[in-house]
């Protein structure tokens, strides 16, 4: 885990969960981050070939659902990355 520093361009979307201390955040860096607020941690960074447009982040803080303007995806959060479980074809997420 990294500390919490510094974005690297402009958050497009953010979501909390409700059982675990982290935020996750998708950035025009085509990035996104998972941070733990409690530990000041950056968790995960997992960059992807295209932007994400939305981020929703199960209670559980287990998965995340991340949508992209032609697919919408659902990775499952592991301790250092983002495994990806479904993908559907879903636009303007």
Known sequence: PRPIGVLSDIVTAIDVCI???IVVTAALDKNVRVWNFLKKQLEVVKCFDE???SIACHP????LVIG???RMCMFNLLV?????CSDFPVKNC
């Open 80 to 84: 250092n990355d983002l495994h990806l």
């Open 68 to 70: 992209f303007k032609y």
């Open 60 to 63: 559980t803080g287990l998965r």
């Open 51 to 53: 932007e994400a447009l």
């Open 19 to 21: 059982q675990k201390s």
